[in-house]
């Protein structure tokens, strides 16, 4: 659950600033205090925070391309100009955020978060974060894909399997376990399990004492019986002809 979000630590203290900001330079008609009670500053951090993240992952993407004209030795007349535009335009940005905004940890905590936000945007794009000359282009040929249709420039269309319907049958049969989150590494580990409610309390609260570092939880864990729907792909057709069989590419 920790792994599928980026928490934007940083956005509260970035809140205070842009508070700060506005009241110095005076915007006319605006209630300052009225904003903070309705969570305008807030709301504005949130946003900066998740822009400046989104910027950052984007600018590793990018950092992959400057990598490939680099080993090509390629990067020459236009390409260069507008390569430089785009780094200077990165560099402006990035100066101005740094000097207004990420005071203290806040820097360190928004690297993290486009590190986080970085693999989720090449797992989505399914795209190899490393690659050589020669390898695969896309990570998704044994991933969920039933069936690859080949098409002309490059192009190709992916059938996947998909679930189309979850249902919970029964009950869920519920226990207790005791968990460790550390703030260091941002990585949440089950300690104990199998426990009831009481114990798990105690156990939680007993490893706490002895830790400076970690944040213990006592938690409810399910387990949950499924019945789900899942659709695979198998054979594709296209004006009366076969263009494309599981796990198998053909040409269209």
Same mark, same amino acid.
């Given at each position: ?12 203290e ?8 506005? /009241?110095?330079?005076g915007v @006319?008609?605006?209630d ?6 309705l969570?305008? !500053? /807030? ?8 822009? $400046?993240?989104?910027?950052m ?5 990018? =950092? ?8 090509? @030795?390629?990067?020459?007349n236009?390409i260069? &100009?507008?390569m430089?535009i785009?780094?200077?335009?990165? #560099? ?6 740094t #000097?207004y905004? +990420?005071?203290g #940890?806040?820097? /360190? ?6 590190? +986080?936000l970085?693999?989720?945007?090449m ?10 000359? =020669?390898?695969?282009l @896309?990570?998704?040929?044994? $991933? ?6 080949? =098409? ?12 189309v319907?979850?249902?919970i049958?029964g009950?869920?049969?519920?226990? !207790? ?6 703030? &260091? ?12 409610? =009481? ?8 490893l706490?004492?002895? #830790?400076e ?11 949950i019986?499924?019945k @789900?729907?899942?659709v695979i ?7 009366n002809?076969?263009?494309?069989n +599981? /796990? ?5």
């Amino acid at each position: 659950m920790l792994e599928e979000r980026i928490e934007l630590v940083g956005s509260t203290e970035i809140a205070e600033d842009i508070q700060k900001t506005v /009241k110095t330079v005076g915007v @006319r008609g605006l209630d300052t205090e009225r904003a903070k009670e309705l969570g305008v !500053w /807030k709301r504005i951090s949130l946003l900066l925070c998740t822009m $400046h993240s989104s910027i950052m992952a984007a600018y590793r993407v990018y =950092g992959n391309v400057d990598y490939m004209f680099g080993e090509l @030795r390629a990067r020459k007349n236009e390409i260069a &100009k507008e390569m430089n535009i785009f780094e200077k335009a990165y #560099d402006r940005f990035i100066k101005f955020w740094t #000097d207004y905004y +990420s005071h203290g #940890d806040a820097g /360190k905590e928004m690297n993290d978060e486009t590190e +986080s936000l970085y693999h989720r945007i090449m797992k989505w794009a399914e795209v190899p974060e490393q690659w050589q000359l =020669g390898e695969e282009l @896309r990570t998704n040929e044994d $991933h969920d894909t039933a069936i690859k249709i080949e =098409g002309n420039n490059d192009k190709a269309l992916y059938f996947h399997r998909c679930v189309v319907e979850e249902e919970i049958i029964g009950e869920p049969i519920e226990s !207790w376990c005791v968990t460790k989150y550390n703030p &260091k590494d941002r990585k949440q580990t089950t300690v104990n399990t199998n426990l009831d409610k =009481g114990t798990a309390l105690m156990i939680a609260k007993r490893l706490s004492d002895n #830790d400076e570092i970690c944040i213990y939880t006592a938690s409810i864990v399910a387990e949950i019986t499924e019945k @789900r729907t899942e659709v695979i792909p198998f054979k594709a057709f296209k004006e009366n002809n076969t263009i494309g069989n +599981s /796990k198998k590419i053909m040409k269209r």
